[in-house]
């Protein structure tokens, strides 16, 4: 008998975290500034945004804003990233932009997700993480930080071997989720990544040299 992964729930079903439902506060508010809102509308929706439970509901109170400017670009930048290591396993890995949600699940064949060389315009990302029976691995930078408060390690427990210093404005990754069978890893690149990251800066670095030849 083997062990099956989870279906992601569609996205409207999906639970909503505190970062989406400030982010449609201040789409509400721009909409009153804008005139699109009367104040008694702006107040009925800020109390269902504030408790609504899922990305449907959210999406419910501005479908109707769709002109508020960067509205579009916002819904579609807020999909979730979703991996599932299945039987083969997930990886996600060199440059990519960061989303406000990710979700893993580690399945049969585990999930890494590193953040070394991606691009992060945000302050915080909700990461869901579900290690199953593989795991799911964690790779951030040196001054990122991660709160592990919200998960629950699960028979595989948490290990988090990132280091306690971080920059100021640094990204947050919030988790939440569970550790599964075989746990959940968050650490900083090994040496053997630190090696393969500062060449591909080097070659990176010497490519406009290289054109003008």
């Known amino acids: 008998m083997t062990a099956e992964s989870p279906e992601a729930a569609p996205w409207a079903e999906q639970r ?3 970062a989406d439902r400030e982010r449609v506060v201040q789409r509400l508010q721009q909409a009153m500034v804008q005139g699109r809102l009367e ?18 509901q959210l999406a419910e109170l501005t479908a109707d804003l769709r002109g508020v400017e960067g509205e579009g ?4 930048r807020d999909q979730p990233l979703v991996l599932k290591g299945g039987f083969h396993g997930a ?21 890494i997700l590193d953040f070394t060389q991606a691009e992060c315009p945000l302050t915080a990302v909700d990461l869901d993480v579900h290690g199953q029976m593989a795991g799911v691995t964690i790779v951030i930078p040196d001054d990122w930080a991660v709160g592990t408060e919200q998960i629950d390690p699960g028979p595989g427990g948490v290990k988090d071997r990132t280091t306690p210093d971080h920059a ?3 990204p947050l990754i919030r988790l939440t989720g569970t550790g599964g069978l075989a746990g ?5 690149p090994k040496a053997r990544e630190r090696r393969r990251l ?15 030849r």
């Open 16 to 18: 909503a975290s505190h």
């Open 73 to 76: 670009r916002e819904s579609a």
């Open 39 to 56: 104040l008694h509308e702006l107040d009925e929706r800020l109390g269902q945004a504030l408790n609504a439970k899922t990305h449907g």
């Open 198 to 212: 500062e060449r591909e800066s080097r070659a990176v670095r010497s490519l406009p040299t290289a054109a003008t």
């Open 168 to 170: 100021p404005d640094s």
């Open 184 to 188: 959940i890893v968050i650490r900083h």
């Open 91 to 111: 990886v996600r890995r060199g440059r990519w932009t960061v989303p406000p949600r990710v979700i893993a699940y580690g399945g049969m064949g585990g999930v």
